[in-house]
């Protein structure tokens, strides 16, 4: 009699308890689904040991609920020992408004369609990690992007044109990839923000569209590639550019005429094949860094400004540059 006294009692308790948990969980039920499945199909890696099911999935690590409407707002996963691909279970959490998977080398595959279902990201970031296949043209539809990330992966192909369709976008990161072909003319045609844009250490070939010219950057890093031609029509007086490299490429123009915008604090330009002399407007710079070394630049260096502050590697293997801090001029 008394363990069957104790067994309703035990039985009331549970109950009592996970009415309890009901009660007070703020998870949403699907979302708490999707992170499960998620879960699975990451092969249960033991950062994501915390996730639970009986527990509130607003309490577990690597997301986070909105205060307001308890959903998931933010997914941030980084050097976790994870193996596959990105779940396509990541479209089930349609408020969404951070998403990273980072440093995660062993994360495979293409960047999945999924992702184009949500359409409340303002954050993407997948970087350091093994996905392949191409930028996909999809990514244009996140209409709500600030910032989009996937650099240090091995993507492939050209940069979509409708990329430039993002009207918030507040800084593009597509360096450290396997990118070939142009860099298409839609980028210097957003309609919206103008972000800052990180192209380095891909494969782009061909000139720098003078479209790119009618707008004003802050960032351009399109260093490491096999870009050719001219790139003057970047500067003027009127520019607003502050950090600009293009060093390691193929470039070839005539520097002696350039002019320079007050906000200019860092230019490399080394490793190309650019002509002339340095102009007068570069001493009247507050520069914070300057590399023209390995070029076919003549003439001496202006005095004054931070020229002289920069060290001889700055302008080493020029064709005759001289002047301080180089040997002085014949």
Known sequence: ???????????SFLLFLSQTLSATERCNPNDKKALLQIKKDLNNPYQLASWDPNT?????????CDPNTNRIVQFNLFSANISGQIPAAIADLPFLETLVFRKLTNLTGQIPQAISKLTNLKLLRLSYTNLSGPVPTFLSQLKNLTFLDLSFNNLTGAIPPSISDLPNLDALH????????????????FTGKVPDLYLSH????GSVPRSLGNLNFIVLDFSRNQLAGDISFLFGTNKTIQIL?????MLEFDLTKVEFPASLTSLDLNHNRITGSLPEGLSQLNLQYLNVSYNRLCGQIPVGGKLQSFDASSYVHNKCLCGAPLPPCN
């Open 1 to 11: 009699m008394m363990p069957s006294k104790i067994s309703i009692l035990s039985f």
């Open 245 to 249: 490299d293009f060093s390691r490429n």
């Open 202 to 205: 891909n494969h782009l070939t």
């Open 56 to 64: 509130d999935c607003c309490d577990w690590y690597v997301v986070q």
């Open 174 to 189: 597509l360096d450290r990839n396997k990118l070939t072909g142009s860099i298409p003319d839609s980028l210097g045609k």
